[in-house]
């Protein structure tokens, strides 16, 4: 078949059995051919024989796992079988079993030959020693795995089609990987396999290696390695200390990763680890290694008690999620799940790639098929009277594209419109941007580059908090000081699963409707209007729900939604975008990175009496959220009595993509600041650092001078009886006393434990809601809160089935709570809906419910006592049928909003982490113990 397609110049062809790799290689270019091998009888047999077991290369990776399971099952009498066992239990740990059904072992080997993808299969089937089958033709042909990787690409005449796994009959094997998570969807880091065949040494009793294959892969290479050096200086020798120093002090010169790849001394180091815990066991007594291990560690165990009052029922209760059934089915609408109108358009963004460029053109590559384009939008087709307006805030808006002049490696550009999304995509990817650099200042790219030139934005004097105390004086008090130490934290990607994603549909009169995934519906909508020139009341934005957002579907979301509204308006079709992953996290932003260096002065004690902060906050290009940052990361550090607390923040502007609300912004790197500060302090004076946190939690006096508005009355700092509380249910000091015994018995394994409190500013907004029952008694409510998976519908049902039950119906405790629906934000239906962020929107949007039952409530009461006068018994329903038959107004809306005076308030929380260290560094331990 290969050779007809070839022979027929067919153009691209590709072979497929799952084409899972589409998922993690997307595929921008348009293969010609597709070949499924699922069905090819030679490409999917799996044989056993006395030497090993053969798995056709369209084997599924959980069709392996079983196979390789009955195979040990079979052989199991034989030492070497467990290979198979210990390679099965490596591959439940890749992927997710959908990728583990669908993709084929054989697609993997050639991935990882191919695009070098970091495949955990081909370094354990290369520790294992095994071999390939390629078939050319005619041909065929037998290659080592390792040989196979280092070959080129295989030509379009041949095919993989089979992994020989050898039986081996005494030896030790083992598997290793070390991964964001143990389990599912995450790429390793680094993983390895080893396989050693051992006897003993008459003179000494030591472990002789006779045979070894030290396998080491996704480290940073193109492909897994064999440690071909460490296996030659191995082979044939008594396993002492000294030998195991030699081979570990080359493994880390072999393990040596590319250089621009992530954790380099990280992956070096694990892989050390990794070898180390293979050979050690096997070494000379003389490494003096402890094998205690105090396998009577303490369980952990958790319960959660809500004490319910019956007059609230059903706030508070246990209930099913709201939607739960429909968004676990797969049956919830999301933004991109709504069908698409007649002639719709898919669009993409065209990106620039420079930091600080003039842009003198861009053109479309003539790689792309014309005929896919329909329109390549920018900011000269900004219609009269609409703004280059891409995002607002209160601090300022954003630009939708940048105009002849791109600041940051991001910058939107253009907005490419073609027939399909996958076509845009190819598309935009393929547009030729012409740059001019010529008589450029440098772009800032650091806030070390911001600071030389004084490159800030301002942060408004109501929103930079106060500083406590006089820290000289602090200082002064203190009888142990560091200076100048230094934190740097850098940025992170939101990682929804669903991602920016919006539809704009132009309706009559000069309208638009767009379907949004936003946290904030009413900006969006407000964006739009700007942009194209039209009245607000002429744009409409609708969001059912989000399928996750951190706050990257806040600010971010705004130029999706009003690029395609810009692209509708202008060609006068339907125009949507689903923006692929790479595009997105080149242009989300993302957390603010820091770069924070203090001083701290404390007493021996560990009480702290001086603190000051100097801080960078790297915001990127464009005003967004950034002003509010200093206010959040210092109202969260604040969660410990610093004595004097000084600091100087600036807000740098630089020319990268401008960054945004991240879930706790400013707020996580606030209390990540101070629990360093903490370390650092306990580590300077030999204590535990639980004991330093707990001797600065505050009291209600400090309390007030660091929170002055919202410290609350006393009863209401829990904060102490909260640290108390959980030492006692944790049995703190039991596992303390255990933590530090295990510690001592074990030089390699080592645990910790850390009890960290949390003191959380929450701040109130205001929200609107509408309640409307309908004639049958089924009740409508609008809120202007967005469904992020908060479970905000749920606690709006709740409250509305409460607040409605206080008329006291019969029979209505029970019923009302299913009477309830929940419907989407709609920009025109409900304004004000304002943003979905803060962790206060489900309090808010409750209240304003309850507001608006209190008012239908009260409009029903007077024909509930009238009937129940007569009647003696009053049903809901017909209560709702009198009331429509007595024109009572049975649709209402509030908007709740807060005494700006008392908006805020503290929550406390604390919470104990124990954790076992899975691999630590060894090497220099091994050379003061050699």
């Known amino acids: 078949m290969l050779l007809s397609i070839n022979s027929n110049r067919v153009g691209l062809v590709k ?69 198979y066992k210990k390679i099965a239990a490596h591959m439940e740990k890749i992927g997710t079993k959908f990728v583990q059904n669908t993709g084929s072992i054989g697609g993997n080997l050639v991935m990882a030959q191919r695009e070098h993808f970091p495949s955990d299969i081909a370094t354990i089937l290369l520790g294992a020693g095994a071999f390939v089958n390629i078939r050319s033709g005619t041909a065929y042909e037998t290659v080592s795995l390792e040989e196979f990787l280092e070959r080129p690409h295989l030509d379009s005449k041949s095919v993989l089609s089979s992994v020989k ?53 996704a480290y940073g290479k193109k492909h897994a390695i064999r440690a071909r050096e460490v296996e030659k200086l191995l082979t044939g020798r008594v396993l002492t200390a000294r030998v195991l120093y030699e081979a570990i002090n080359l493994v880390k010169a072999t393990v040596v990763p590319e250089e621009g790849t992530g954790s380099e001394a990280y992956r070096s180091s694990v892989a050390v680890g990794f070898l180390f815990e293979f050979l050690s066991p096997l070494a000379d007594a003389t490494i003096g290694i402890s094998r205690c291990t105090l396998s009577s560690k303490m369980l952990s165990s958790s319960r959660q008690v809500f004490q319910l009052h019956i007059d609230y029922r059903p706030v508070g209760e246990p209930i099913v999620t709201s939607g739960a059934a429909l968004q676990a089915s797969g049956e919830a609408v ?11 358009l898919h669009g993409s963004f065209v990106y620039s790639t420079k930091p600080l460029a003039r842009v003198r053109g861009i053109q479309v590559n003539p790689k792309s098929q014309s005929n896919w384009i329909s329109g390549l939008i920018n900011y000269k087709d900004i219609p009269k009277g609409g703004k280059n307006v891409g995002s607002m805030t209160i601090f300022g808006s954003e630009p939708l594209f940048a105009d002849d002049f791109t600041q940051c490696a991001g910058d939107r550009l253009a907005f490419l419109v073609a027939g399909t999304q996958k076509e845009a995509d190819v598309a935009s990817r393929l547009a030729i941007v012409n740059y001019d650099l010529e008589n450029l200042e440098a772009p800032i790219l650091t806030v070390e580059d911001a600071v030389a030139r004084s490159s800030f934005f301002q942060v408004p004097p109501f929103l930079y908090p106060k500083e406590v105390g006089d820290f000289s004086k602090g200082m002064a008090e203190a009888d142990h000081q560091i200076f100048s130490a230094e934190v740097k934290i850098d940025s992170q990607y939101y990682f929804y699963m669903e991602s920016q994603t919006a539809l704009a549909v132009p309706d009559e009169d000069n309208c638009m409707v767009v379907y949004s995934s936003s946290q904030c519906p009413e900006y969006v909508h407000a964006t739009i209007a700007q942009c194209i020139g039209v009245p607000e009341h002429n744009v409409r934005v609708i969001t059912r729900r989000v399928g996750g957002g951190f706050g990257g579907k806040a600010i971010k979301s705004m130029p999706v939604a009003t690029a395609c509204a810009l692209a509708a308006h202008v060609l006068r079709q339907p125009v949507r ?78 020319n990268t ?78 596992r303390r006393e255990m933590v530090s015994e295990f510690n001592k018995c074990n030089v390699w394994k080592k645990r910790g434990l850390s009890c960290v409190p949390i003191v959380h500013e929450l701040i109130v907004r205001p929200a609107p809601g509408r309640v409307s029952i309908l004639r049958d008694g089924s009740i409508v409510v609008e ?94 329903e017909m209560l709702i049928q009198q009331a429509h038959m007595q024109v009572v107004n049975l649709s209402t809306s509030s908007y709740s909003g807060p005494d700006f005076s008392s908006n805020r308030y503290l929550t406390y929380g604390a919470a104990v982490s124990e954790v076992s260290s899975i691999q630590i560094e060894c090497l220099h331990l091994i050379g003061f113990l050699c």
């Open 15 to 83: 072979l497929v059995v799952g084409n899972t790799s589409a998922g993690y290689y997307k595929e921008l270019e348009n293969c010609d051919t597709y070949i499924d091998l699922r069905y090819i009888p030679e490409l999917s047999c799996i044989r056993r024989d006395p030497v090993g077991i053969e798995i056709g290369a369209a084997v599924t990776i959980s069709k392996a796992i079983c196979a390789l399971r009955e195979a040990f099952r079979i052989e199991s009498p034989s030492e070497g079988a467990i290979v």
């Open 165 to 217: 796994i050898p039986l081996y009959r005494k030896l030790l094997f083992e598997t290793y990987r070390a991964a964001p998570r143990a389990h599912g969807n995450a790429l390793a880091y680094v993983n390895a396999a080893f396989l050693a065949e051992l006897s003993s040494c008459g003179s000494s009793g030591g472990a002789v290696l006779n045979k070894c294959l030290l396998a080491f892969g």
């Open 334 to 344: 999301y933004a991109d799940d709504i069908p698409s109108p007649e002639n719709c």
């Open 577 to 654: 975008i689903y923006v692929n992953r790479k595009t997105d996290m080149i242009m989300a932003g993302g957390r603010h990175p820091m770069k924070i260096t203090y001083s701290v002065g404390f007493k021996s004690t560990g009480k702290i009496t001086a603190l000051k902060l100097d801080i960078l906050v790297d915001a990127g290009i464009y005003t967004d959220i950034s002003p509010v940052i200093p206010s959040n990361f210092m109202a969260v550090l604040r969660k410990y009595d610093w004595g004097a607390l000084s600091f100087d923040i600036k807000v740098c502007k630089t």
């Open 657 to 734: 993509v401008s960054r945004s609300a991240m879930r706790g912004p400013g707020e996580v790197q606030g209390s990540y600041v101070a629990e360093a500060i903490i370390e650092n302090i306990a580590s300077t004076l030999s204590v535990n650092a639980d004991c330093v946190r707990k001797i600065n939690l505050h009291t209600h006096d400090s309390l007030m001078l660091f929170h002055p508005d919202s410290s609350g009355e006393v009863p209401e700092y829990t904060l102490s009886l909260i640290w108390e509380k959980l030492a006692q249910s944790s049995e703190y000091s039991q």
């Open 783 to 876: 809120v202007g809160g967005i469904e992020l998976g908060q479970g905000l519908w749920t606690k709006v049902k709740q409250m509305t089935a409460f607040a409605l039950g206080l008329i006291k119906c019969d029979a209505l405790e029970v019923d009302l709570l299913e009477k309830v629906r929940i419907i989407q934000a709609d920009t025109l239906s409900l304004i004000q809906g304002g943003f979905t962020a803060g962790s206060t929107t489900s309090e808010s949007s409750c209240e304003a419910v309850r507001l608006c039952c209190e008012i239908l409530v009260e409009r029903l009461r007077p024909l509930k006592e009238k009937l129940k006068t007569e009647m003696g018994s009053v049903q809901w």
